[in-house]
């Protein structure tokens, strides 16, 4: 959903009290906030004013502020240790996770706003996982096998550690969405599966227990809301916080669906 900024909404300002702690530096944190379920509101930047703590992450600013300033803030948080994915917002326009952010990191004054691309919840809170999910079925991102009954007595296929770890490394994607923000096609073309898409394509593409082959990976990426419409922008390789090889996988999966193509 795109949210239209009103320039002229004003910018409430809330101050929590000083906590007690030496933290002497005084943040001044700018967050857009809309609630699509009040339509009537229009999105506008709040500031909220907190004293710096040795070690604050921008969830513990955040949860702050919702405890002492105002309990209607939105945003979310799961595991608050960069596994869940749940937490990612653009940071001084950046798309990054909040838990993993140290306030100390940044200026005194800094904005917050939600992810783009994805549908707004509320506030700095958007719904990763429909994006997730829909991108998720049209990939089929699931291990396919071509044997009828699954056979639960089978010993497990032995796979050689190399690999194993290779398939691991793109595993590692949890699903933040922070490529996706970051990404300009994603933000042109509403059905672009952008990285993290790719990147799983990449990923069972690795695994030999999935008897698809490039045939098949071509049906599902090979058009311009796949490989063919990555602009190789690399805001995706930037600011994935899992640091996945997004810009090697799909420039190798490019060169790969475009032998398909020539076939
Ligand atoms: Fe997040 Fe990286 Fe996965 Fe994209 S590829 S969803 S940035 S972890
Ligand atoms: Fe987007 Fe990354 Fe391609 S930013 S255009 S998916 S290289
Ligand atoms: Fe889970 Fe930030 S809360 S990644």
Not at 1 to 10: F, G, K, L, T
Not at 40 to 49: A, G
Not at 188 to 199: I, S
Not at 223 to 246: A, E, R, T
């Amino acid at each position: 959903m795109r949210i239209p900024i009103h320039p002229v909404a004003p910018a409430l300002v809330q101050t929590a009290p000083a906590a007690a702690d030496t933290a002497t530096r005084l943040l001044k944190i700018r967050i857009l906030r809309f609630d699509p379920r009040q339509p009537e509101t229009l999105p506008h930047w709040q500031t909220y004013e907190l004293l710096d703590a040795a070690g604050m992450t921008l969830f513990i600013a955040l949860s702050e502020i919702r405890e002492k300033l105002d309990p209607s803030l939105q945003f979310d948080f799961v595991c608050r240790a960069g596994i869940c994915g749940s937490c990612a917002m653009l940071i001084n326009g950046r798309p990054g996770l909040a838990c993993r952010t140290l306030t100390k990191n940044l200026d005194l004054e800094f904005t917050l706003a939600p992810l783009p691309v994805f549908e707004l919840i509320g506030d700095l809170s958007v719904d990763t996982g429909k994006w997730m999910r829909g991108m998720s079925e049209r990939l089929q991102t699931w291990v396919h096998q071509q044997e009828e009954a699954v056979d639960l007595r089978r010993l497990e296929a032995r796979m050689e550690p190399e690999l194993a770890e290779k398939i691991y490394e793109l595993d590692r994607c949890i699903e933040c969405g922070c490529c996706v923000a970051a990404c300009g096609t994603a933000r042109m073309r509403e059905d672009f599966v952008g990285a993290v898409g790719l990147n799983k394509i990449a990923r069972f593409r690795l695994d030999p227990r999935d008897t698809r082959d490039d045939d098949d990976f071509y049906e599902l990426i090979g058009d311009d809301d796949g490989v063919f419409g990555c602009m190789s922008l690399l805001g995706c390789h930037d600011v994935c916080p899992k640091q996945l090889p997004l810009s090697t996988q799909i420039a190798f999966l490019r060169r790969k669906m475009v032998a398909m193509a020539f076939k």
